[in-house]
């Protein structure tokens, strides 16, 4: 099971994933370098939005880009035990120089997370 973890671990998308993606494609450089991921993008929660703005706009015009976003939330069984459950997941095309707006109070005690090129960050509602 130790393995198993580490494969996910070394995903090109991980922490983020989907039932449609998973944690991406595993990646050996994982097992032999750590570097810092620079961020691609901000998140910014104003009044009721939340609002994903991309910082290096400039691989927008380089073809096709997808941000990755989930939705999770805590759900506790039987026992007490807390468990993270995704509700929903979206592959966002990226074809313009505008923030990504979410209606904040739709995901109301939910834990957003986003993806885009190599860089994760989540917000927590």
Known sequence: MEIFKLVERSGSLFPYF??????????????????????????????????????????????????????????????????KVLEYYETIYLHRDIPYVINASQYKDRTLRFHLNGYTEKIQL
């Not at 944690?23 to 961020?39: I, L, W």
């Not at 994903?52 to 941000?67: A, F």
Request: charged letters at 30%; hydrophobic letters at 35%; aromatic letters at 18%.
């Open 18 to 83: 989907d039932y449609a993606h998973g944690f991406g494609v595993p990646k050996a450089s994982f097992f032999f370098k750590d570097k810092e991921k620079n961020p691609t993008f901000k998140i910014r929660k104003v009044k009721d939005s939340v609002l994903v703005e991309i910082i290096d706009k400039s691989y927008l015009n380089t073809g096709t880009q997808y941000m990755f976003m989930h939705v999770e939330y805590d759900q506790f069984n039987y026992h007490k035990n807390k468990l």
